[in-house]
């Protein structure tokens, strides 16, 4: 009876430990919209630029009127400070310019955390981004937004500045 309470036992073991084993996630985020206003000759399409002349609603258009199309945060945060909100408000005006113009919002966050941390804080980021310019009269149905966490660092460096320009949340107008 001893010798089956203790293979008993130890399948039990078996069991609880591996139930506890991490999944990997089935899919990753998507791969990031190229906001360089660089000719892709398979999508025949060219983010704003003809000829060297940059077209009015595009992305390039967008990047160029506004003070910026990133918002950055602090540590473990996403609310939109002044900084911010001036940045924003610019963007919202453009964005009035151009009412049949949609635009994604990318969240963003620093490489330190864990995946799933970084990426419901980017969604956050996002979210809050979108909430604001929904605010400053922005119709919601035009705008989407997508998290990649800390999958898509815009700096590659592992000391505080690196981390603060990678905690971000970016606006891409869709071409």
Not at 20 to 39: E, F, I, T
């Amino acid at each position: 009876m001893s010798k089956l309470s203790n293979i008993l036992l130890a399948c039990t073991a078996l069991i609880a430990v591996s139930g506890c084993a991490k999944k990997r996630p089935a899919v990753l985020p998507p791969a990031p919209v190229d906001n360089s206003g660089s000719v892709d000759p398979n999508a025949g399409m060219n983010n704003g630029n003809v000829g060297g002349a940059i077209v009015p609603g595009s992305d390039a258009d967008f990047q160029r009127s506004v003070s910026s199309n990133t918002v950055n945060f602090a540590l473990d945060m996403y609310d939109i400070d002044p900084t911010a909100r001036a940045i924003l408000d610019s963007q919202a005006q453009w964005l009035a310019k151009f009412p049949n113009q949609r635009i994604t919002i990318e969240g963003h966050a620093d490489e330190r955390g864990t995946r799933e941390y970084n990426l419901a804080l980017g969604d956050r980021r996002a979210n809050a981004t979108k909430n604001y310019l929904a605010a400053r009269g922005v119709s919601s149905s035009r705008m989407t937004t997508i998290s990649y966490g800390k999958e898509r660092p815009v700096a590659m460096g592992s000391d505080d500045q690196s981390w603060a320009a990678n905690r971000r949340a970016v606006t891409v107008v869709l071409n």
